[in-house]
């Protein structure tokens, strides 16, 4: 398991949600303050608090347009493109149904926070 993936689920297992957990992850990469990442990733846990894309990809999102090293509109889209290859859908509400609750919700914070670290080391 890769540091970041291990970060990841620490963030997770605090009490952190997915967004956060993902953010919180690729400090090195953002160089954001962890408590401003926190608090500026807060309302995206839950899918944005309302069922819709999963934290876990909102995070990795942010965290590439944090980095800055590339243009985040293609990078967005490989993401979620990954994403979705991998888990089938980027809705967190159907991610649950799908996976049977929160279970799971660490499987897709480590891919996000690990897929994210890849495209960030291209």
């Given at each position: 398991?890769?540091?970041?993936?291990?970060?990841?689920v620490?963030?997770?297992k605090?009490?952190l949600?997915?967004a956060?957990?993902?953010l919180?992850?690729?400090?090195a990469?953002?160089?954001?303050?962890?408590?401003?990442?926190?608090?500026i990733?807060?309302?995206f846990?839950?899918?944005?608090r309302?069922?819709?894309?999963?934290g876990?990809v909102?995070g990795?999102?942010m965290a590439?347009?944090?980095?800055?090293?590339?243009p985040?509109?293609?990078?967005?889209?490989?993401?979620?493109?990954?994403f979705k290859e991998?888990?089938?859908c980027?809705r967190c509400q159907?991610?649950l149904?799908?996976?049977?609750?929160?279970?799971?919700c660490?499987?897709?914070i480590?891919?996000?926070?690990?897929?994210?670290e890849?495209m960030l080391?291209?």
């Open positions: 398991m890769s540091n970041v993936k291990e970060q990841s620490a963030f997770h605090s009490g949600n997915c956060q957990s993902v919180c992850s690729l400090e990469y953002t160089h954001l303050d962890p408590e401003i990442a926190k608090n990733s807060e309302g846990g839950g899918g944005v309302c069922g819709e894309i999963c876990s909102s990795a999102v590439l347009g944090m980095a800055g090293e590339h985040t509109a293609p990078l967005s889209i490989e993401m979620t493109n990954a991998e888990f089938g980027l159907e991610l149904e799908k996976f049977g609750g929160k279970g799971r660490n499987d897709l480590q891919f996000a926070a690990e897929t994210a890849k080391n291209k």
